[in-house]
């Protein structure tokens, strides 16, 4: 086993290699993940229906901003295929395609704040959420530019591999949303006390923030000259189109994701406050070990798109098999700790909140946990083997087998379980399980198929 760890280690495409992309986008993830669990402990000591609107509102905007973020994040495939390819002086007007994508997304930002009291409305959750989500569902909106700027950019260095600039600008955009999270919550440092509407604010600046340092530091002289980041900044209808044709269909897949995740959390909210809240309470913890898949999968897909922009996908598939081995080590870790510790991650929340509500909270959410126990695995393989296909530009796949395996098992059965048969939380979640091993399954056939090896995002070199 030692031997070929250090065999692994040193080989192209192995462990060495896979870390030093993956790390630091493993960091940045957790640090999102970090930022989502701290908004919440501070909603959770503001108030029970504060923490329980949280969710079911930023989810149901991230449905709407995830079509704009999945396209964009997909220009980490072209920047990869493009420095496979050595065609760095490409780069930049790739990167500026998800510039003009932004500039749509922020438009359409604002129309979507002013629709917030008709769609939670129809939602129907009890009032005194519903006044909460509306709130929180408006001003994140406003924020919906900037967050996919700052994606477009980063790619700019997850595509070619030099991926610690994402960290810092990450963790320092998460320290100034930390700040003011707490601040604008509770009223502290002079700040006013604004509940759930200043998290939503801290989340905002955060955002602008990272899209602001991100855009200064592509315009740095080095990258001028070889990447072609300032001069490049025209819109270029044909790699516009590209993006779209490759990209789209990754963002239809995301929205349609989670719109899937949405759904179900919108569901499960109809049992009422606590179930609610134990589902919120657990997604957030549950962040914990996804959000950093997230990351090993961004390092996955450059690592296949660097390799298939050189015509290598050998060592492409081999790149795949090095992440799975990594991740799913990672996973058992979290799996043993979400079933035989659930009760460590829910110290933070109980800090200051010492009622009798927040009990059958704990209690739900530790049985919850030991269910996100069971399919961890399962999302390792999911994610390794989607990367390999975004990786070629097989999108249009994914998006077809995610959205209707996605209704077919977790949305319509959980709708009907609660609604004609008064099902309880745990069967609810137990979907959740069923559609993870069914995915992990198609895609490691559609991976063993060979055919994503074959594909190409970018157009080919001129003679």
């Given at each position: 086993?030692i031997?070929?760890?250090?065999?692994?280690?040193k080989?192209?495409?192995?462990?060495r290699?896979?870390f030093?992309?993956?790390?630091p986008?493993?960091l940045?993830?957790a640090?999102w993940?970090?930022q989502s669990?701290i908004?919440?402990v501070?909603?959770a000591?503001y108030?029970?229906e504060?923490?329980?609107a949280?969710?079911?509102?930023?989810?149901?905007q991230f449905i709407?901003?995830?079509?704009f973020?999945?396209?964009?994040?997909y220009i980490?495939?072209f920047?990869a295929?493009?420095?496979?390819?050595?065609?760095?002086h490409n780069?930049?007007?790739a990167v500026?395609?998800?510039?003009y994508?932004?500039?749509?997304g922020?438009?359409?930002?604002?129309g979507l704040?002013a629709?917030?009291t008709?769609?939670?409305?129809v939602?129907?959750?009890?009032?005194s959420i519903?006044?909460?989500?509306?709130?929180?569902?408006?001003?994140?909106s406003y924020?919906?530019?900037p967050?996919i700027?700052?994606?477009?950019?980063?790619c700019?260095?997850?595509?070619r591999?030099?991926t610690?600039t994402?960290?810092?600008v990450n963790?320092?955009?998460t320290l100034?949303?930390?700040?003011?999270?707490y601040g604008?919550i509770?009223?502290?440092?002079?700040?006013?006390a604004?509940g759930?509407?200043?998290?939503a604010w801290?989340t905002?600046?955060?955002s602008?923030t990272?899209?602001?340092i991100?855009?200064?530091l592509?315009l740095?002289?080095?990258?001028?000259e070889r990447?072609?980041?300032l001069h490049?900044?025209?819109l270029?209808?044909?790699?516009?189109?590209?993006l779209?044709?490759?990209?789209?269909?990754n963002g239809v897949?995301?929205?349609?994701?989670?719109f899937?995740?949405?759904s179900?959390?919108l569901?499960?909210?109809r049992?009422?406050?606590?179930?609610?809240?134990a589902t919120?309470?657990?997604f957030n913890i549950?962040?914990?070990a996804f959000?950093?898949?997230?990351?090993a999968?961004?390092?996955?897909?450059?690592l296949?798109?660097?390799?298939l922009?050189n015509?290598?996908s050998e060592?492409?598939?081999?790149?795949i098999?090095?992440?799975?081995?990594v991740?799913?080590?990672?996973?058992?870790v979290?799996?043993?700790?979400?079933w035989?510790?659930?009760h460590?991650f829910?110290?933070?929340y109980?800090y200051?909140t010492d009622?009798?509500?927040?009990a059958?909270?704990?209690d739900?959410s530790?049985k919850l946990?030991?269910?996100?126990?069971?399919?961890c695995l399962?999302d390792a393989?999911y994610?390794?083997?989607?990367?390999?296909?975004?990786g070629?530009?097989?999108?249009?796949?994914?998006m077809?087998?995610?959205v209707?395996?996605?209704w077919?098992?977790?949305?319509?059965?959980?709708?009907?379980?609660l609604?004609?048969f008064?099902?309880s939380i745990y069967?609810?979640w137990?979907?959740i399980c069923?559609y993870?091993?069914?995915c992990s399954i198609?895609?490691?056939?559609?991976?063993?198929?060979?055919k994503w090896?074959?594909?190409?995002?970018?157009?080919n070199?001129?003679q």
């Open positions: 086993m031997s070929y760890i250090k065999t692994r280690w080989t192209p495409g192995g462990y290699e896979f030093i992309i993956a790390l986008l493993i940045s993830t640090t993940s970090v669990f908004d919440r501070f909603l000591w108030s029970t504060a923490l329980a949280a969710l079911p509102a930023a989810l149901t709407f901003v995830s079509l973020l999945g396209t964009a994040t980490n495939t920047v295929q493009y420095i496979g390819a050595k065609r760095p780069v930049g007007p500026w395609q998800g510039a994508l932004a500039l749509i922020l438009l359409f930002g604002l704040g629709l917030s008709p769609i939670f409305n939602i129907g959750h009890e009032a519903r006044n909460e989500e509306i709130t929180y569902f408006r001003i994140l924020g919906i530019g967050i700027l700052s994606a477009s950019i980063s700019f260095y997850s595509g591999g030099k610690w994402i960290l810092g963790i320092f955009a100034i949303n930390i700040f003011l999270d604008l509770f009223g502290k440092w002079g700040l006013p604004w759930i509407r200043g998290a801290a905002n600046i955060g602008f990272s899209a602001f991100f855009f200064l592509i740095r002289p080095r990258y001028r990447y072609n980041t490049g900044w025209k270029d209808i044909k790699l516009f189109k590209r779209i044709r490759f990209g789209g269909p897949n995301f929205m349609l994701d989670i899937t995740w949405g179900f959390v569901i499960c909210g049992l009422g406050i606590i179930e609610s809240a919120n309470i657990t549950n962040s914990l959000m950093p898949l997230i990351g999968s961004i390092a996955m897909v450059t296949v798109g660097q390799r922009g015509n290598r060592e492409a598939e081999y790149c098999w090095t992440g799975l081995q991740t799913v080590a990672y996973m058992s979290m799996a043993l700790i979400y035989f510790l659930p460590i829910l110290i933070p109980s200051g009622n009798i509500n927040f059958a909270v704990k739900i530790v946990l030991r269910i996100v126990a069971i399919y399962f393989f994610f390794a083997f989607t990367a390999a296909l975004k070629a530009g097989d999108t249009r796949y994914i077809f087998m995610n209707s395996m996605g077919l098992i977790i949305i319509i059965p959980s709708y009907l379980t609604t004609y008064n099902g069967i609810l137990s979907y069923l993870l091993i069914v198609v895609f490691y056939l559609r991976f063993r198929s060979g090896k074959y594909m190409r995002v970018i157009e070199a001129p």
